[in-house]
């Protein structure tokens, strides 16, 4: 197999990348009483000691300075319930939070309403990465939610997926 030096498509990488499933989060934080927010689907564990977790966002995000300035910022964990929700916040220059039930973390972050799991956290570390910005931040609190029947929301392919629909016995 040899390298070629030919550039990568950038939708054939994302074609590619799309046969990664992934959860959905939405990213929020409080700024001057004003709730900010965006989808977000590059989120994982960093580290066990200190509990670190991570996320990726466009380098040109509208949402991310604002959360960058307040130092913190909350992770929610969307439900399967919750398609509505992840397109809501994946839009740009709309009232994201119109409709959103949400109340505040032990941080100030907004939790929404619904959401499977959330995770507060301050700002740890960041790092520039091509086109993206790496956030890492340090987990100062965290809660499951009750609804215990409720399943993950899920992207494949390009695709919102429902586990249950695709589990294996």
Not at 19 to 48: N, R
Not at 106 to 133: F, K, Q, R, T
């Amino acid at each position: 197999m040899s390298i070629s030096s030919t550039a990568i498509a950038p939708l054939r990488f994302r074609e590619a990348l799309g046969h990664y499933a992934s959860g959905i989060t939405v990213i929020t934080s409080l700024v001057d009483d004003e709730p900010i927010g965006f989808t977000c689907q590059s989120f994982y564990s960093v580290s066990m000691n200190p509990p670190l977790v991570s996320f990726s966002v466009m380098s040109g995000s509208a949402s991310y300075p604002k959360i960058r300035q307040a130092g913190r910022f909350a992770v929610n964990i969307l439900s399967e319930e919750q398609i509505r929700i992840s397109n809501q916040f994946a839009r740009r220059e709309t009232d994201k939070w119109h409709g959103i039930e949400w109340q505040a973390s032990p941080l100030g972050n907004p939790i929404i309403a619904g959401s499977l799991h959330w995770l507060d956290c301050e700002m740890y570390a960041e790092h520039a990465a091509g086109d993206h910005v790496i956030v890492i931040g340090e987990v100062k609190a965290l809660n499951l939610q009750e609804a215990v029947a409720a399943q993950p929301l899920l992207y494949f392919k390009g695709q919102y997926r429902n586990i249950a629909a695709h589990s294996v016995a």
